[in-house]
């Protein structure tokens, strides 16, 4: 192995060890993390760290990609387990992968979806991963546009131009403007639901949690039109 690859090798295993020194953290501090912390934790000086990120918003923002990926995965390969034709299957697949990984990781799913880190302005790098879950829900709709049921065409106006517009940049024409309203209802519900039970809101409400959630994600589905 030359100097050069050892170095690289080397550098990665930081790297990976720092995030996950980080996420553990994560898990105490919250959206508070530090550099110092992290390198306490470490056994070694802060200074150390900037050779592999150059400032605490950089680790944050390659932790949010990480959580990103990993869930967007998560969620991705479920779907992949449904055939292809089942619709609901795969809907619900997508759905319940979400809630699993928020519920096993929830100082990460904090990170992505809760209270926003003081100081920090996530970058345009963030963007393409937090998008993965909703593409998933849009291409199901796409997979199955000849059989799905009606749904109302009240859109307002401006509503109707935004969606429009995200249509033409996902290169997604034949997808109605309706439809993807229906999408993003159910892909907030996901998220707010997720954020309640991770976040206590539903703690002295609901003890059938799974069931609770399963029921509304299957009205999503029928938002959405998708034939049971």
Same mark, same amino acid.
């Given at each position: ?8 090798? %080397? +550098? ?8 996950? @020194? ?10 508070? &993390?530090?550099l110092r912390a992290v390198a306490r934790d470490m056994g070694i000086v802060a200074s150390a760290l900037y050779r592999y990120f150059p400032s605490r918003d950089? &680790?944050?923002?390659? &932790?949010?990609?990480? /959580? ?8 991705? =390969? ?10 609901? $299957?795969?809907?619900?697949? @997508?759905?319940? *992968? %979400?809630?699993?990984? *928020? &519920? ?5 799913? /904090?990170?992505?979806? /809760? ?9 345009? #790098?963030? %963007? ?10 849009? #291409?199901?709709? @796409? ?7 009606? %749904? ?7 509503? +109707?131009? #935004? ?28 998220? $707010?639901? !997720? ?7 539903? =703690? !002295? ?19 959405? $039109?998708?034939?049971?």
């Open positions: 192995m030359s100097a050069g690859s050892l170095r690289a090798r %080397v +550098r990665s295993e930081m790297s990976l060890e720092i995030k996950e @020194v980080a996420r553990r953290r994560l898990a105490v501090d919250g959206g508070n &993390l530090s950089a &680790l944050i923002t390659a &932790l949010i990609i990480d /959580g990103y990926e990993a869930l967007g995965t998560a969620a991705a =390969d479920a779907q992949a387990a449904v055939p292809r034709d089942d619709l609901r $299957g795969r809907w619900l697949a @997508v759905c319940n *992968a %979400v809630r699993t990984w *928020a &519920l096993a990781h929830p100082a990460e799913y /904090g990170l992505l979806y /809760g209270n926003p880190v003081p100081g920090y302005a996530a970058p345009n #790098d963030t %963007v393409a991963p937090a998008t993965r879950v909703v593409l998933l829900l849009v #291409d199901i709709l @796409v997979d199955g546009a000849e059989r799905l049921e009606p %749904v109302p065409t009240a859109v307002p106006e401006r509503v +109707r131009t #935004d969606l429009r517009r995200l249509i033409d940049q996902q290169q997604q024409r034949d997808l109605p403007e309706e439809r993807l309203d229906r999408v993003f209802i159910g892909w907030t519900h996901l998220f $707010g639901l !997720i954020s309640f039970e991770c976040f206590g809101r539903l =703690d !002295i409400m609901f003890e059938a949690r799974a069931e609770y959630f399963d029921h509304h994600m299957a009205l999503m589905a029928d938002l959405a $039109g998708i034939p049971r």
